[in-house]
């Protein structure tokens, strides 16, 4: 899985098997290696971030800390998202 960058211990990542059509951007986040079964967070036009689901079990405080994270660095997300993927739509 394409690593985005890493907060501690936290990987942020976005998942090869999206499909098709592609979802908007997203990215995945969990502890340790990459799974299906990670903590979904999309990106939002305005740069915002919307909690998809938490299926990682991210204790609370760490999950708002890595939420902040990536609201700050969405720029930095959309652009490797473009290069991944070559397009992108926004869930909202």
């Known amino acids: ?11 942020v990542f976005f998942w090869i098997g ?8 997203h990215v995945h986040v969990c502890e340790g290696t990459p799974n299906a079964n990670s903590t979904k967070i999309w990106i939002t036009k305005s740069g915002n971030v919307l909690l998809a ?33 070559n397009e992108i739509t926004y869930y909202c």
């Open 18 to 25: 999206e499909g098709e059509p592609l979802e908007p951007v």
């Open 53 to 85: 689901n938490n299926n990682s079990k991210i204790p609370e405080t760490k999950l708002r800390k890595v939420i902040r994270v990536i609201e700050a660095n969405t720029n930095v997300i959309c652009e490797k998202w473009i290069e991944y993927f």
């Open 1 to 11: 899985m394409p690593q985005v960058f890493k907060i501690g211990s936290f990987v």
